[in-house]
Protein backbone atom coordinates (compact mmCIF):
# COMPACT_ATOMS: atom_id res chain seq x y z
CA UNK A 1 0.00 0.00 0.00
CA UNK A 2 1.24 3.27 -1.09
CA UNK A 3 1.31 5.89 1.61
CA UNK A 4 1.16 9.74 0.18
CA UNK A 5 2.17 12.63 2.56
CA UNK A 6 1.46 16.48 1.42
CA UNK A 7 3.66 19.75 2.24
CA UNK A 8 4.16 23.21 1.20
CA UNK A 9 0.66 24.34 2.26
CA UNK A 10 0.17 27.84 4.21
CA UNK A 11 -1.17 31.14 4.32
CA UNK A 12 -0.11 33.48 1.60
CA UNK A 13 -1.55 37.09 0.21
CA UNK A 14 -3.03 37.29 -3.16
CA UNK A 15 -0.75 37.13 -5.87
CA UNK A 16 2.12 35.00 -3.89
CA UNK A 17 3.23 31.48 -4.69
CA UNK A 18 3.28 28.39 -3.00
CA UNK A 19 5.00 24.56 -3.72
CA UNK A 20 3.11 21.86 -2.53
CA UNK A 21 4.92 18.34 -2.70
CA UNK A 22 3.58 14.77 -2.69
CA UNK A 23 5.85 11.88 -1.25
CA UNK A 24 5.14 8.41 -1.97
CA UNK A 25 6.37 5.88 -0.16
CA UNK A 26 6.43 3.30 -2.94
CA UNK A 27 7.15 4.14 -6.41
CA UNK A 28 5.17 6.14 -9.09
CA UNK A 29 5.83 4.56 -12.21
CA UNK A 30 3.23 1.81 -11.57
CA UNK A 31 0.72 5.00 -12.31
CA UNK A 32 -1.07 6.01 -15.27
CA UNK A 33 -2.47 8.80 -13.81
CA UNK A 34 -2.27 11.04 -10.75
CA UNK A 35 -2.90 14.92 -9.80
CA UNK A 36 -4.06 17.12 -7.43
CA UNK A 37 -7.20 17.78 -5.97
CA UNK A 38 -8.73 20.41 -3.77
CA UNK A 39 -11.88 20.82 -1.72
CA UNK A 40 -13.15 23.89 -0.35
CA UNK A 41 -15.47 24.98 2.44
CA UNK A 42 -19.19 23.77 1.14
CA UNK A 43 -17.70 22.52 -2.01
CA UNK A 44 -17.33 19.63 -4.01
CA UNK A 45 -13.86 17.85 -4.03
CA UNK A 46 -12.26 19.23 -7.56
CA UNK A 47 -9.44 17.93 -10.03
CA UNK A 48 -6.80 20.61 -10.54
CA UNK A 49 -4.13 19.29 -12.08
CA UNK A 50 -3.54 16.02 -13.69
CA UNK A 51 -0.70 14.05 -15.25
CA UNK A 52 -0.70 10.83 -17.47
CA UNK A 53 1.96 7.90 -18.28
CA UNK A 54 4.15 10.13 -21.04
CA UNK A 55 3.49 13.37 -19.37
CA UNK A 56 0.93 14.94 -20.34
CA UNK A 57 -1.28 17.19 -18.27
CA UNK A 58 -4.71 18.34 -17.71
CA UNK A 59 -5.57 21.42 -15.84
CA UNK A 60 -8.92 22.82 -14.76
CA UNK A 61 -9.66 25.96 -16.44
CA UNK A 62 -9.63 28.14 -13.44
CA UNK A 63 -5.82 27.55 -12.57
CA UNK A 64 -4.23 27.14 -16.68
CA UNK A 65 -1.35 29.37 -17.02
CA UNK A 66 -1.06 29.47 -13.31
CA UNK A 67 -0.51 26.37 -12.10
CA UNK A 68 2.14 24.01 -13.01
CA UNK A 69 2.17 20.10 -11.81
CA UNK A 70 5.25 17.93 -12.39
CA UNK A 71 7.04 14.55 -10.93
CA UNK A 72 10.26 12.72 -10.01
CA UNK A 73 10.42 8.95 -10.09
CA UNK A 74 13.63 9.06 -9.18
CA UNK A 75 12.43 10.42 -5.97
CA UNK A 76 8.88 9.33 -6.34
CA UNK A 77 7.46 12.89 -5.50
CA UNK A 78 4.85 14.87 -7.22
CA UNK A 79 4.70 19.03 -7.04
CA UNK A 80 1.94 21.89 -7.96
CA UNK A 81 3.79 24.92 -8.21
CA UNK A 82 0.82 27.94 -7.73
CA UNK A 83 1.52 31.29 -9.11
CA UNK A 84 -0.41 34.07 -8.78
CA UNK A 85 -2.80 32.78 -6.70
CA UNK A 86 -6.52 33.92 -5.71
CA UNK A 87 -8.07 33.91 -2.58
CA UNK A 88 -10.72 31.33 -4.55
CA UNK A 89 -8.18 29.52 -4.27
CA UNK A 90 -8.24 28.72 -0.84
CA UNK A 91 -9.09 24.53 0.11
CA UNK A 92 -7.19 21.61 1.37
CA UNK A 93 -5.59 20.16 -1.23
CA UNK A 94 -4.87 16.52 -1.63
CA UNK A 95 -2.56 14.57 -3.48
CA UNK A 96 -3.76 11.52 -5.65
CA UNK A 97 -2.13 8.51 -7.61
CA UNK A 98 -4.57 6.44 -9.66
CA UNK A 99 -7.85 8.55 -9.98
CA UNK A 100 -10.57 9.90 -8.15
CA UNK A 101 -11.64 5.95 -8.12
CA UNK A 102 -8.72 4.78 -6.05
CA UNK A 103 -7.75 4.46 -2.63
CA UNK A 104 -4.40 6.22 -2.83
CA UNK A 105 -4.57 9.98 -1.17
CA UNK A 106 -2.79 11.58 0.69
CA UNK A 107 -4.03 13.44 4.12
CA UNK A 108 -4.35 16.91 2.69
CA UNK A 109 -2.61 20.17 2.67
CA UNK A 110 -4.26 23.52 3.83
CA UNK A 111 -3.76 26.56 1.53
CA UNK A 112 -5.43 29.78 2.59
CA UNK A 113 -5.07 32.90 0.08
CA UNK A 114 -5.84 36.09 2.31
CA UNK A 115 -4.62 39.61 2.65
Known amino acids: QVQLVESGGGLVQPGGSLRLSCAAS????????MGWYRQAPGKQRELVAR???????YYTDSVLGRFTISRDFTKNTMDLQMNSLKPEDTAIYYC?????????WGQGTQVTVSS
Open 26 to 33: GSMRTFAT
Open 51 to 57: IITGGST
Open 96 to 104: NLGGAGSPY
